[in-house]
């Protein structure tokens, strides 16, 4: 079992920058790959950014090149980092742990992130 806890998020001006981040308790070493979603208030949740645990990483189209993705030092734990944050960038952030042996997966609770001015 994986218990995965967003903390981090919060309120950015346009342009501006947070870092959430997403720590995972429990069956740590088996953990495959670690993603991050968001979603908007009336909209779907969709995949932001992924980060795999050999380091590869993948993001969306509508923020590659301003979201990154990245392990901490211990590898139970992932960064998001958000930059030229946009209104449209509004959501709750959720992160997702998958463990294909076992086909686990699981969500946290979510952080708000809000970008107004």
């Known amino acids: 079992q994986v218990q995965p806890v967003e903390s981090g998020g919060g309120l950015a001006q346009p342009g501006g920058s947070l870092r959430p981040s997403c720590a995972a308790s429990?069956?740590?070493?088996?953990?495959?790959?670690i993603n991050w979603y968001r979603q908007g208030l009336g909209k779907q949740r969709g995949l932001v950014a992924t980060?795999?645990?050999?380091?590869?990483?993948n993001s969306a189209d509508s923020v590659r090149g301003r979201f990154t993705i990245s392990w901490a030092n211990a590898k139970n734990m992932v960064y998001l980092q958000l930059n030229s944050l946009k209104p449209e960038d509004t959501a709750v952030y959720y992160c997702?742990?998958?463990?294909?042996?076992?086909?686990?997966?699981?969500w946290g609770q979510g952080t708000q992130v809000t970008v107004s001015s």
């Open positions: 997702n742990v998958k463990i294909y042996s076992n086909g686990g997966e699981y």
């Open positions: 429990g069956i740590v070493a088996s953990i495959d790959a």
């Open positions: 980060i795999i645990s050999g380091g590869r990483t």
